[in-house]
Structures are given as structure tokens and as C-alpha cells.
């Protein structure tokens, strides 16, 4: 174990944040399958990305700017399982948008979530934005923009970093490359090999990481954080993972990958390979990890109940918040 | 009372404003050492470092986005586009997030910032440094949309628009910058956005109008007025939210509406504040309710001639408000 | 031989006017076309001016160091033969002068705004709503007026005029010059009603200013500020007894009367001092706190509504805001109030049930956040204890402003504002 400041216990806490989203994501499917919720986005495959990039943060203080895909990401940085339940409920009491917005449309203020849309990469430029608000102030604070390689095409991405890298400011920008832009892969996308490659571009590092290796991936992360709070500037940071699902309740993934494929790429399950991993070093045991399923089981029952329960929003709220004031 | 310049009203406002919140920055495209394009804001890098007065890249959609992310993380950015013409890059920005993220967070976040941006034509700018692009932007709920006409009105909006918390566009005719000057008090005071202005009383004629127009429509009115004709001019200073109160007002007094702007004519604020009149005053209307605008063409020619012919004038103002008097 | 007229050329977009920095020829120089001429300085650019045309300054017609508008001439040039149009220096159109220029074949180029105003061809017979609606209101045929408008039209003036009876003595505001009364620019925004009908016999009366301020303020509270309301009842059984044995004395000590207004003043200065956030300032981006309490009190004159208030409040007992408060009334009604006297508030209170009343909404004095009103004083059955008592009962009333107070506080500030008003007996002291 390197010298990197995750104690056993920082380590359950990760893997309990992995499982926990992959349990709220299933969960998830099934609502969608017995139409219960309308769509569902999944985070499944890249939860140690998500996880491990949370966890080298400064929760709650930091700012993330994630996209749908970051369910996984949002529960490590403090979102509880109900909340996440209202959101996809649509109930008036979700904290990401008041049942405005669709499903894995994050935006949590406390938390500093920032809230997005649905174009992609337009939160790239935002973090951007925080960052350099953090440079005026120091406040000390880093952003952190996650996205997918599809959305690496879109101009605001390459605005983006080089905004951040001529004002040197302390953003990461934290891709999640999982090969496939819904049904569109990376080669389609791009013709160099790696996303990372485009930091070379406008003057700031590069990192590739195993994105289904959380503790790579928090050393990583720490490492740009740390960097950024010196004001030395941004990092593009690729971690390379994989969907084991479809892009989202409304697609299928058979029509443009192959089940051999699927299921090549489920060998490296972070979820597994984490699980082993920290049973080798004897942080969890067989039965610490019973009584954790038994206990995400529970949270997954009762965050599905109480949504299912709390009260959808009231029509004549269609009109709030549009300004501030007028 | 200094007299000041439109443009100096701007660079003042925004030197006041600057020293009295130390959250307000100002970024965009040659702001800093060149001090803008036209100049706007010149000297201020010298006297607020480049910290908070920023060239930025050259890239709007990023100026506008950051701009979205500097004031979620506390600060009042003022970001400025260089033309209007060049907003359209960033109009995903404005539009989608700016505008939206209020509404789509529930109330949780807000995007307090201004962006400046110098509009409309008659300076030889041509297609891509002459448009008038309010129109856009007053579709769009979320969004603030002010144009100034007179100096002290530039003061009064902007100083209102810095402290407002919501995205507000903030558009300067340039070539109001130099043309027009008007008395400015030094000390500082607002104008609340949404509230038209009552620029000249009149009794047979209304016409209401925003921006340059506005003193287009008075020199217009001072003719017509040695013609027997008594024109009342409304500057609408905000184009979104309208202030239907001040429109109605008006237009029930005289029952006669001219609405000019030189944006294009169809879809323009004219169709707007026409519809409001027909809703709310049908029953004191004496006449149709009249449009001049600029015509739809995509943009203003270069040439001088083409030029001129695109331009709302106050000839064309004084002889279409004449016409309508005598209906 | 002929004369060319060299003008201020337009450098840079925006840019109205140039400052003649030097001429580089002087009178009787020859100059070549295209050769420098003069120096220029704008605000936004220095530069060398070349001439428009070859030949022999005739004239300079602005001096180095003047300022001149874009199109003024500056020079004239002697030319051999004639001049060619296309270079002509005059040729160079100025931003913000081309009004002056005529719309040379605008009408030919511009695309036509669609008019609607094909006024010749109207037939009589068809009316505009507003003549309709007059008409009407005034049982006024209008085909049998004879229109002054476009092709014969009847305009709203025509039936304005057919409507003021040519023999009847002029009223005392003529409806058919004003339907909507022109008002001043602070009072505009109260002037947005629906125009009033004027019929033969009403009297309109143009409005005092001290009637433009109240309609002015009071739309602008009503329309900026987002009023909630609150009640709270009080038993002020102890207050009436105590009143009742005290006035005579008090009138005959003081040489005033003893009111209630003045009890209910020092309970809200105990509330605004237990809820700082009631005596305070609505300031757009920020809430002001007050220090002080100065407490405004509405009082009827027979101009109108005005609130003079009642300084440093908190610093009086009861006889000290008796005295305050008479001597602001007797000023109010005599027209002797400064402007310092009626400036500077930081709440409102209302002794509204002077006039009667036991509920009132009242209207927030912008920027302040609150205004109190005390009703009249009424006996009632109340449940004490487990008894029906008949006691001395009043309604309190708060409008306050939801950006600034919530529920909560303005809640306690009425808490604290009825236990002070309660906790008054017939031995209470005036002095303390």
C-alpha cells in the first residue's frame, strides 16, 4: 500500500460508496422496468472513477460540475440515496431541481453539485468559472468538470481548458472515458488514441489512470487537486473504464457492441476487483461485507419507499424561480 | 453635475461599482491593457489590477460559461462581448444555463452577472458589427434585457443591472457612445429594470421605442411639434421584462402606437409590446397600431447607401408618426 | 478651377468628432491626392489624414486644437479642372449626422413596412374601438359627425369634442383635452388605472402633490415590496384601567391627553429591539439594520396621509412619547412640519383605530420592512381560563416584508409587542 493517505477505513467507505451506487442503479433499472420511472441513466462500470475522484476531494467545500453519468459521484460526495430517489421520482422535495429537471440532472447547492444541462460540456466552462472565481478569492477551492470523451468533440471543452490553463486556474478536468458516446465510439470521436493527449495542447499534464481502480484513481485526483491549490493550474485527468450497461433505459447497447465485448470488459468489474482487492489486505472480511450488503439493501428499501411516498410538485409552483426577483 | 458621454457614463458606472464591490470583476476580449475596443474600459486594469479587469481568450462561449461559474463561486463577473454580433457563440450558454439554471435548480442556484455587449448599427460596421440581437434574448424567460438611451439612464441600469441576481444583457448602442451626452450625478443610484421612462409628454402620437431610437423619436417629436403634432415618447429601457403598466398607459392616452427599433421588424420587441396593447387597451385604440423597424434582412449592408436604407432615421420616425397623427 | 471642401473624416467606428492635432500643409502648399494633410487625434485612434484630392490649400477653415463634429468642413483645396465625383471628401457619410442628410431614395430601398394605414380609402361608417367605446359611454351617434381624420375618418378627438356641449360653460378640467390626466414623472407609475369615464356634471380635480407622493409610494410598495400580513389579539384590560385612572391627572400634570398610542409605540420599540430584523432596510443585494428607532406614525390631515416621525423612540418612556408624538400631530394638522420631521423613519406604526376599524392590511412605508397597526379597542367575551370574562380586547396588525422577515420573526415581534401591551396594569408606571 503506497503512502497515500487512504486508511482501511477510508477504503470501506469507498467500496461501500461503489456498492451502494451500483445497488441504487439496479434498483433504478427495475423502477424503470416496471414503469415506475420514466428513464434512467446508469453509472454502472464506472464507479470507481467516480468514487476514487470523490474521495481526493474536499467534500462539500470543493466544487463538482458532473454529468448524467455520475451517479456514483454525486452518492460519494454526499447525496443520500433518497435524494437520489426523489430526483428520479420526480417528488417536489428532490434537492437537484424540485422534480424539474430529468433523471441524473445533479445539482445540489450545499453540497457544492453544481446543478447542469443536458448539452454536454457546457460544464467544462463553468468549472472553469468556479476556478477562477477561487483564484480571485482564494478561497482555496478546486473544481472539478467530469465528462465523457464523446462530449471532448464539443467546442466548450477545448475553450475550457485552455481558459483554464492560460489564467492558470485550479480545475480538473476529470474524463470518464468509457469508449462509447452512446452508440458512437471514441475512434468516431477523435483520432488520437487518448483524451489525455489534448493536454499536451494547451499546456497543462495529462494523466491516464485505470479508471476501474479507485485507489489509482483518488492518487491521481489528490495529486491534481494538490497541484491546483499551489497554483500551478489545471489537469486533464482520463480515466479509462467501461459501461456494462446501456447509455440508458431508452437505448440497447446489442445494436452497437457485442456481448463478447460486454463481457470481456465485465472481467475488470471495479466493484469485483476492488472487492478482492481489499479482502487480500484483509481490510474486509466475509462478514463485514454481509452485514454492508444487508445494510445497502436496507438504505436502497427505505430511500425507494420514502420517495415513492413524499408529495409531487404542486402545479401552481410551475412559475417560481424564474427570477429572483423583478 | 458633470456632463459625461454615454460611453463615459459606462466606464464610470463600472469604475464605481468596481471600488464599491471588491466581488466585481470584468473580462473579455481586449478589456484589459487596450482598455475595450471602444474604449469602455480604459484604465480601469491600471486602477484594479488584472485580477479582477481580465483579457480573456478569445472565445465566447467561454467567456460567458466561466462568467456562470465565477458568480455561482461568489464573485459579480461582468463579462463583456465584444460586439453583439459575436454573442451568438455563447448563446447555449446564455440561453440554456445562465437563464435556466435558477428555474432548473429550484431556486437553489442564481447566475448574477451582466454581460455587456455594444449593438446596432449606422457606423459602417456591416453585417457582423451592426446587429441589434435583443430581440433573442427578450424570448427568453430567466434573461434581463436592458438597453440604455440617454447617459444617465446608462448609469442608473447598469449600477441596477451589477446588483440584480439575475443574468441580465446589457446592450450599448455604439454609436450612442460618443453622440450622446447628457448630464450624470456622480453619486451613485439605480433604476430599477423593468420600469419604461416617460422621455418626452405628448398627447397625439405615442411613440415607444428603446436604445438610440429613444433620441431619434425626440428629434422626430421636436419636428412634428412645429407641425401642430404633439408626440408623446416612451423609452421602454428594458425590453424584458416589458413594463406593460407604462405601455398601456400610453397608448390609452393618444390611442396612437408607433413602436420603433432597429432590430428587424418581425419578431421583434415591436410585435410584442403591439400584442400587449391589443390585449390590454384594444378599446382605446384610434388607430392601428404602427411598426418601424429595421427590415428583414439578414443583416445591415456595409455600403453607405444600403446602409442608409436599412437605418431607422428620425426622418423616417418624424414622417411614419405623421402619418399616423393624421389617421 | 474649383473648389474642393475637405471635411473631418470619421475614424473609428462610435467615433463623433476628432481634434485637429496639426496641419501638415499650410495654405498655398500644393498636395498631392493621398498625400498626409493633417494629423487627427479621436479618443480612440491618432492619425495622419491624407488628402481626398491633389492640388492648393485655399483655405484652412479649423484651427490645431479645436474639436469638430465628423462632416465639418476643415479645408478647402484648389483643383485643377473639375473634380471627380467618386473622390470627393464630402462623400464620407457621418455616423450620427447621417440624420441630417436627406433619405436619399429611402422609400424606393427600404422594404415597406406593411401599412395598415390606408386611412383614404376608409370607408365611413367603420370606427377605431376607442371612437366605438366613446360613442357609446356617451350616446353619441358618430355617423353623424363629420371626421377630421384621414379620408373623412371620426377620430377620438371628433367624439371628444361632439361630446362637450358647445353652449355649456367650459368644466373645470376639460375632458376633451385630458381623458388621461398628465402627471408629473414621480407620480407616473401610480397614474397606470384604468382611465376614469368623465360625464357631464363630474368634477375632476387635478391631484395635490402631497396626493402624488402617496399614490407614487404606495404603488411602488405595493408592487416591489412582497407584503405578508399578520394578526395577533391583545387584552389590554390592564392598559384601559390604567388610562382611565390616570388621564385626568396626566392632562392636568402634562397639559396633554394620554393616548394609547404612546404605550403602543414603547411595545414596539421593545419588539424592534428583541427582533433587530423588523428595524431595518430593504437595500436590493443587502438588508441595512437600523441602530436607531425612529418610529413613523401615519396621521390623517385634511391633505392627506403623512408620517411624521418620532426620533431616537427608544430613548422615551411613555410621557416622553405622549409628548413626542402630540407635538408631531398638532404640527402635522397646523402644516408645520419639517422635512426633517417627517424623514429618516426606520418602522411605521397606525393608530388605525382612531378611524374604527378592528382589521386593517396596511401598506409598508418602502424601505422600511414593517408597519404596525393598532385597531380600535373593543369589549369582548373572552375565555379566561376556564370563564367567560368580558375584557378590553384590540387586534394588532403587521404587514412586513417577506424578503427581509420571515414568519417566524415577525411572529415574535408580535409575541413581544402583545406581551408588553399585556403586561400593563392599573398601576403601571408612566415614568419608568
Known sequence: ?326 | MAVLSYLEAIRETLRQELRRDSRIIIYGEDVGVRGGVFRVTEGLQKEFGEDRIIDSPLAEAAIVGTAIGAAINGLRPVPEIQFADFIFPAMNQIVQEAARIRYRSNGTFAVPIVIRAPYGGGVHGALYHSQSVEAFFAHVPGLKVVVPATPYDAKGLLAAAIQDEDPVLYFEHKAAYRSLKGEVPEERYLIPIGQADRKREGTDVSVITYGLMVSYALKAADELEKEGISVEVVDLRTVRPLDLSAIIETARKTGKVLIVHEDNLTGGIGGEVSALIAEHALFDLDAPIMRLAGPDVPAMPYSAPLEHAFMVTPEKIRDKARELAKF | MATEVVTMPQLGESVTEGTINEWLKQVGDTVEKYESLLEVATDKVNAEVPAPIGGKIARILVDPGATVPIGTPICEIEVEGEPANDDAASDVPAAGASEDSPPAKASEVAPTVPSSSAAGSLERGRFSPAVRRLAQERGIDPTQITGTGAGGRVTRNDILQAATPATAPAPVSEPTAKPVPSTSEAARVAMDAVPAVIEDGDRVESLSSVRKVIAERMVRSKQTVPHAWLMVEVDVSGLVALRERMKDEFKSREGISLTYLPFMMRAVVEGLRAVPVMNAQWNGDSVVLKKRINIGMAAATDRGLIVPVVKDADQKNVVGLAKATQDLVQRARSGRLSMEDLSGGTFTVDNTGAVGTVLTYPVINAPEVGIVTMESIVKRPVVVGDMIAVRSMVNVCLSFDHRVVDGADAGKFLRVVKKNLESIGPETSLYA
Open chain 1, 1 to 326: 500500500m503506497s503512502d497515500n493517505g487512504l486508511t482501511p477505513e477510508l477504503m470501506l467507505d469507498m467500496y461501500y460508496h461503489m456498492a451502494l451506487a451500483r445497488a441504487v442503479d439496479d434498483r433504478m433499472w427495475i423502477l424503470n422496468r416496471q414503469g415506475r420511472a420514466p428513464v434512467v441513466y446508469t453509472s454502472n462500470g464506472h464507479e470507481a472513477a467516480q468514487v476514487g475522484s470523490a474521495f481526493a476531494l474536499n467534500r462539500g467545500e470543493d466544487w463538482i460540475c458532473p454529468y448524467y453519468r455520475d451517479l456514483a459521484l454525486v452518492l460519494a460526495y454526499g447525496m443520500t440515496p433518497r435524494e437520489v430517489m426523489l430526483h428520479l421520482l420526480g417528488r417536489a422535495d428532490d434537492p437537484n431541481s424540485g422534480g424539474r429537471q430529468m433523471p441524473a440532472h445533479w445539482g445540489h447547492a450545499k453540497l457544492h453539485i453544481l446543478t447542469g444541462g443536458s448539452v454536454v460540456a457546457t460544464q467544462d466552462v463553468h468549472a472553469a468559472g468556479l476556478a477562477l472565481a477561487s483564484k480571485v478569492l482564494k478561497d482555496g477551492r478546486v473544481s472539478v468538470a467530469y465528462f465523457g470523451e464523446g462530449s471532448t468533440s464539443q467546442g466548450e471543452f477545448h475553450e475550457a481548458l485552455n481558459f483554464a490553463a492560460v489564467h492558470k486556474l485550479p480545475v480538473i478536468f476529470f474524463n470518464e472515458n468509457n469508449g462509447y458516446a452512446i452508440s458512437v465510439p471514441a475512434r468516431k470521436q477523435m483520432v488520437v488514441q487518448d483524451v489525455a493527449a489534448r493536454a499536451q495542447g494547451y499546456g497543462m499534464p495529462g494523466v491516464i489512470v485505470d479508471g476501474n481502480d479507485p485507489i489509482k484513481v483518488y492518487e491521481v485526483v489528490k495529486e491534481a487537486a494538490d497541484r491546483a491549490r499551489r497554483g500551478e493550474g489545471p489537469t486533464l485527468v482520463e480515466a479509462k473504464t467501461y459501461r456494462f450497461v446501456p447509455h440508458s433505459s431508452d437505448d440497447d447497447d446489442r445494436a452497437y457492441r457485442s456481448r463478447e465485448e460486454v463481457a470481456e470488459a465485465k472481467k475488470r468489474d471495479p466493484l469485483t476487483l476492488f472487492e478482492a482487492y481489499l479482502k487480500k489486505a484483509e481490510i474486509l472480511t466475509d462478514d463485514k461485507l454481509k452485514a454492508m450488503q444487508q445494510q445497502i439493501k436496507d438504505v436502497v428499501n427505505d430511500a425507494t419507499e420514502y420517495a415513492e411516498k413524499a408529495a409531487l410538485p404542486d402545479p401552481a409552483t410551475l412559475t417560481d424561480h424564474v427570477y429572483g426577483s423583478m
